[in-house]
């Protein structure tokens, strides 16, 4: 096992150097770390949103920098990028997180057309709620009847990554449905549907706890 803090500067970096020290290559990467600030942009502390964009993008990108390199060289393997839901619109009390996700959305999508016909797959997968600790340290919680358990969602992942599709929805089909807006509304409309959504969450009154 191989531990390290990926939204630290040197935390990808560790991982590279310990599979080089043992080793160890890479067949599937899965970029699943990810973590996401809530509550109003500006009435937040700053520094766990610039946790959440270190690991959600800074991460991400030089894990499958170093090892994707590794993968084209043999001419096989895979990647699977776990973005959100969240990636397909603007989220209010939500802003970092949905836009690192976003970001993961884009990235994955332009890099499985770079590996095209490398032998190398590249998958994003968007799940919904997922019944874990996301908001832990804060007032916000998930609905454990909207949420899917971890297990779900892993296997469900790995069957899409299995069937080669370019795009997994692991989660409840209302979840695939819910990013159709996005694509069709113009984005000042879903940006005030997302935040009326989350306000009726209570994530605009959202505080730390201890």
């Not at 393997?77 to 976003?102: D, L, R």
């Not at 358990?149 to 899409?160: G, H, Q, V, Y």
Request: glycine share 10%; charged share 20%; hydrophobic share 45%.
């Amino acid at each position: 096992m191989i531990t390290a803090d990926l939204a630290t500067p040197d935390g990808p970096e560790r991982v590279l150097r310990e599979l080089r020290d043992r080793g160890l290559t890479v067949d599937l990467l899965l970029n699943n770390a990810g973590a996401g600030s809530v509550g109003p942009f500006l009435g937040r502390p700053l520094e766990p949103q610039l946790r959440t964009v270190n690991l959600n993008i800074s991460g991400l990108l030089v894990l499958t920098h170093a090892i994707g390199n590794e993968l084209v060289a043999c001419g096989s393997g895979g990647i699977i990028n776990v973005s959100s839901g969240a990636a397909f619109q603007p989220m209010p009390y939500q802003a970092s997180y949905a836009a690192t996700k976003a970001f993961v959305l884009s990235f994955s999508e332009a890099l499985a057309e770079e590996l095209r016909g490398t032998g190398v797959h590249v998958m994003a997968a968007h799940p919904g709620a997922i019944a874990t600790g996301f908001f832990d340290g804060t007032s916000a919680t998930i609905d454990p009847r909207a949420a899917d358990t971890p297990a779900t969602i892993a296997a469900r992942t790995l069957d899409d990554y299995a069937r080669r599709r370019a795009a997994s929805y692991p989660g409840r089909a209302v979840n695939r449905v819910l990013t159709w807006p996005a694509r069709l509304l113009p984005r000042t409309v879903v940006a005030r549907l997302s935040g009326a959504f989350n306000r009726s969450q209570g994530l605009h009154e959202i505080v730390d706890v201890t």
